[in-house]
């Protein structure tokens, strides 16, 4: 899926838009916010930033061939040199001569290095954002303006005086995560949510571009008498260090283990009531928390935004569809495009056990991560837990749909503890919308809808069954 350019310096015309639609192939689909908006954080020099910084030295000086020679073969086969020479002249056009480099920054996600090198031309700064796979190798390009870090603004539902924050540390040892407890200001026990992220490596607000669904969700819920935990996802924390679960990683190490631990966190914290203690999963998030329930049968209940009901690799391929018929992409790129993730699903089908400990990554997980998830039927589990649900949907979601939706409802149809809210207006972060949802819609500020976080609290907060 590819991001599109943002900001000032948006490229126009089908030239980039065809490199622009092929350069991330090979991505998770979801991950496709973290890649437009989200801004790495500043680190030291190391190999991919070096090796980013080299490549934007070369392209600086008009040296398109020996840029091409750090490309992956998917890079090779659409951008060649006169082509790349194509797309850089047209950002030149726009801010004048190349000056120098004034910084970089990187971020990991998976098994890809995400480098933003600023430059400064002429006219104006810009950035260079390179993608590097595991090789340092070239997989994505683009140009962008640096976009000033948005402030967040509170949404109205918020009574930022009703509730207080602390900072909090879930899990001990190599793979402890930093969190925020948000807590009502009530003098008893109360009720409390954990929230569990989505695919990518999320922060503690699951920040994405300049909208912050889960401070929302947190914020709103504890103006409303319920304590919120969130913290960093361990791709967040601990990207560099998982690169030794490389043979090994699965959804446990990403999302399941550290959201059990979160909820024994808060079953010894004062103020905090133990038998009313959720899980809340947003996408892939909500897509485990069965599995999550089976961990804990304790908790009080479940409750599932957005979660995806069917093989990850299925979704991904439905993805890849929808945004291909949004036009950008001539017919038969469109349809190359399609049949080269259709032919990485086809692989993640045909793992078994002996592929295990295989050095190859499908859709940059290794295969033992696809191999966890075979099998797995989300409703199918949920059908099978006692516990109270309550599962969400956004009508406009293009990333988790009213397919999963409905099959959620067709296998849990008649249980009595399981509620539905569907929201005709909502997109995969519950922010409202109008039209066709697209990836631009996540770069444009916005807050989890109120109608959201009362049908969550009261949900919480009435008797169970």
């Not at 439905?318 to 469109?334: C, M, R, V």
């Not at 109008?434 to 009261?458: F, L, M, T």
Request: charged share 25%; with cysteine; glycine share 8%.
């Amino acid at each position: 899926m590819a991001p599109e350019c943002s900001g000032k310096y948006e490229l126009k015309g089908n030239t980039m838009k065809r490199i622009m639609s092929a350069m991330f192939v090979g991505f998770m689909v979801s991950s496709v916010a973290v890649l437009q908006a989200q801004q790495p954080v500043a680190a030291a020099p190391d190999s991919a930033i070096m090796r980013a910084k080299d490549f934007v030295g070369l392209l600086s000086k008009g040296e398109y061939a020996a840029c091409v020679g750090f490309f992956d073969s998917t890079m090779t086969a659409v951008l060649s040199a006169e082509k790349l020479k194509e797309s850089w002249d047209t950002v030149l056009v726009r801010v004048g001569p190349f000056k120098k480099q004034l910084r970089a920054w990187s971020q990991k996600y998976r098994l890809y290095d995400i480098v933003l090198v600023t430059c400064l031309f002429e006219k104006d700064s810009a950035d260079v954002r390179v993608v590097l796979n595991e090789k340092k190798q070239v997989a994505g390009l683009f140009y962008a303006k640096p976009v000033p870090p948005i402030e967040y603004k509170a949404p109205a539902y918020v009574n930022r005086e009703s509730f207080r924050e602390e900072e909090v540390l879930v899990g001990k040892g190599r793979w402890a995560l930093h969190g925020t407890l948000t807590i009502p200001k009530s003098p008893s026990p109360c009720p409390a949510v954990v929230l569990v992220h989505g695919s990518g490596p999320n922060d503690r607000d699951e920040t994405i571009g300049p909208n912050k669904p889960f401070r929302d969700l947190a914020w709103g819920l504890a103006s409303r008498g319920i304590a919120v935990l969130r913290y960093e996802k361990r791709t967040k924390e601990h990207g560099q260090e998982l690169v030794v679960l490389k043979q090994t990683f699965t959804v446990k190490e990403e999302a399941i283990e550290d959201a059990l631990l979160a909820v024994e966190l808060l079953r010894r914290t004062n103020g905090i009531s133990p038998e009313q203690i959720h899980v809340l999963g947003h996408s892939l998030g909500g897509m485990l928390a069965p599995r999550i329930g089976v961990g804990d049968p304790a908790l009080a209940g479940l409750i599932i935004l957005a979660g995806a009901s069917r093989p990850l690799e299925d979704i991904m391929v439905e993805q890849i569809a929808y945004l291909g018929s949004s036009g950008d992409l001539p017919p038969q790129k469109q349809l190359e495009q399609l049949s080269n993730i259709e032919k990485e699903r086809d692989k993640v089908k045909k793992l078994t056990k002996a592929d295990t400990s295989s050095v190859d990554s499908y859709f940059a997980a290794p295969a033992s991560y696809w191999i966890d998830l075979q099998g797995y039927d989300p409703p199918q589990l949920a059908a099978s837990l006692r516990m109270p649900m309550l599962i969400l949907q956004g009508e406009r979601d293009y990333q988790v749909t009213m397919k999963d939706y409905e099959r959620w409802k067709d296998a849990l149809r008649g249980n009595k503890n399981v509620s539905f809210e569907l929201y005709p207006e909502l997109n995969h972060l519950f922010i409202a919308g109008a039209g066709k949802s697209i990836p631009a819609e996540y770069g444009r500020a916005g807050h989890v809808q109120d109608e959201v976080v009362e049908d969550i609290a009261r949900w919480i907060n009435a008797p169970k069954k």
